[in-house]
């Protein structure tokens, strides 16, 4: 199948990882895969790691600009024509929009999916219901909460969605005594301390300041309590004075935005993910589990669908402080029941969440969009 996925970012984060790890495995399954994006984005790099083709002449910029328009739909007809691609896998809003107008320009002649990351609404308006009932065959979307929420507004046809949670590389994330050690080693943690993590971006969907109220009740009862914030954001300066203000300033680590998450996730004891926003599917989560990590989640989007409460780790209530403070007080104190979870947490991963599975679905899904294509086109 020769494929198309493009996405409208520059910089990294969640979304433009789901595109590079499918298209780095849909290559390694045999699939022609080239990828759309802005020229000197983190996607343009990841093609090459990928095997993947690369096309760099999108602007892919929001609101009305018609300079960019114009530059974007002539790039997509062209593409189309001479590609001819037997799907076109769109992420964002830009190119979503851009690849189905230059799609029904050329009569429709690619199977055009898109994938819904995030939990944000799609206002139930007509230029919406035109692009996701009319102009698109077939929708990704990354948790079934929200896929379910979807369903339900007229802008979207559910016979013509799924859910697929993104994958993670196992046997990258798998657990290793000697790089513990060397990473317990850099961050400076003693044996004997527990570590919290969290790999998130320092913005407020992610929750940071609910972990650290919770760890501030009970940093009292655990004096060798700390966290390991891993990522960077707005929220940098104002969370380390959160920290100061809660009394938590030498326990908390603020490693900054880290490539090597694996081998950071090492490090920790703990994976925590307290977000109050936006999080479908998280990587970082999957990651940990699959580091043998216990984790503690809140109940927010596609997160619970991912932790099941008192198997891998704990689900608490969303933007709550005294839930999470308990769980992770039942964490902290027993390190066989720390084991415990680690184990089924890694088990959950290999089973329902790996890359190899990701594509696996993705394909499928594909699949299924080119025959509801084929029907629809062929019905006018």
């Known amino acids: 199948m020769n494929i198309f996925i493009t996405d409208p970012h520059l910089k990294?984060?969640?979304?433009?990882?789901?595109?590079?790890?499918?298209a780095g495995e849909l290559v390694q399954l045999g699939h022609p895969v080239t990828i759309g994006c802005k020229t000197g984005s983190v996607l343009e790099e990841c093609a090459g790691a990928a095997r993947c083709g690369v096309h760099t002449g999108?602007?892919?910029?929001?609101?009305?600009?018609?300079?960019?328009?114009?530059?974007?739909?002539?790039?997509?007809?062209?593409?189309?024509?001479?590609?001819?691609?037997?799907?076109?896998h769109v992420n964002g809003s830009q190119d979503h929009w851009v690849f189905a107008a230059a799609n029904r320009?050329?009569?429709?002649?690619?199977?055009?999916?898109?994938?819904?990351?995030?939990?944000?609404?799609?206002?139930?308006?007509?230029?919406?219901?035109?692009?996701?009932?009319?102009?698109?065959?077939?929708?990704?979307?990354?948790?079934?909460?929200?896929?379910?929420?979807?369903a339900k507004q007229s802008a979207f046809d559910p016979a013509r969605m799924c859910s697929i949670h993104n994958g993670v590389d196992a046997e990258r994330f798998r657990p290793d005594p000697a790089t513990r050690n060397k990473a317990r080693t850099e961050f400076a943690y003693a044996e004997d301390e527990v570590v919290c993590g969290i790999a998130a971006r320092l913005v407020p969907d992610k929750?940071?300041?609910?972990?650290?109220?919770?760890?501030?009740?009970?940093?009292?009862?655990f004096p060798r309590l700390r966290i390991l914030v891993l990522g960077q954001g707005?929220?940098?300066?104002?969370?380390?004075?959160?920290?100061?203000?809660?009394?938590?300033?030498?326990?908390?680590?603020?490693?900054?935005?880290?490539?090597?998450?694996?081998?950071?996730?090492?490090?920790?004891?703990?994976?925590v993910q307290p977000s109050i926003g936006c999080d479908t599917s998280s990587f970082s989560l999957k990651e940990?589990?699959?580091?043998?990590?216990?984790?503690?989640?809140?109940?927010?989007?596609?997160?619970?669908?991912?932790?099941?409460?008192?198997?891998?780790?704990?689900v608490v209530p969303t933007a709550t402080v005294r839930p999470l403070a308990e769980a992770l007080r039942k964490?902290?104190?027993?390190?066989?029941?720390?084991?415990?979870?680690?184990?089924?947490?890694?088990?959950?991963?290999?089973?329902?969440f790996t890359i190899q599975i990701f594509a696996a679905k993705t394909l499928d899904a594909y699949r299924q969009a080119r025959a509801i294509h084929q029907t629809r086109t062929a019905g006018g």
């Open 234 to 271: 707005k929220l940098d300066e104002e969370l380390k004075q959160l920290a100061r203000d809660l009394g938590i300033g030498d326990t908390v680590q603020f490693a900054g935005f880290r490539e090597d998450m694996a081998y950071c996730t090492q490090a920790i004891d703990i994976g």
């Open 105 to 150: 320009m050329l009569g429709r002649p690619v199977c055009l999916v898109r994938t819904r990351h995030n939990t944000y609404p799609v206002h139930n308006l007509l230029p919406n219901r035109i692009l996701n009932r009319n102009w698109t065959d077939y929708q990704i979307v990354v948790c079934e909460e929200v896929r379910q929420r979807l």
């Open 58 to 88: 999108f602007v892919f910029r929001g609101g009305l600009r018609p300079n960019a328009w114009r530059n974007d739909l002539a790039e997509a007809r062209r593409l189309i024509r001479e590609s001819k691609p037997d799907v076109v």
């Open 207 to 221: 929750g940071h300041a609910f972990l650290f109220r919770s760890v501030a009740e009970i940093k009292g009862d």
């Open 288 to 314: 940990q589990m699959a580091a043998e990590k216990p984790v503690v989640a809140s109940d927010y989007g596609g997160l619970k669908e991912i932790v099941t409460d008192g198997e891998e780790g704990f």
């Open 331 to 352: 964490l902290v104190r027993d390190p066989a029941l720390r084991a415990r979870m680690g184990s089924a947490g890694r088990r959950r991963v290999i089973r329902d």
């Open 12 to 22: 990294g984060g969640g979304q433009v990882r789901y595109v590079a790890n499918l």
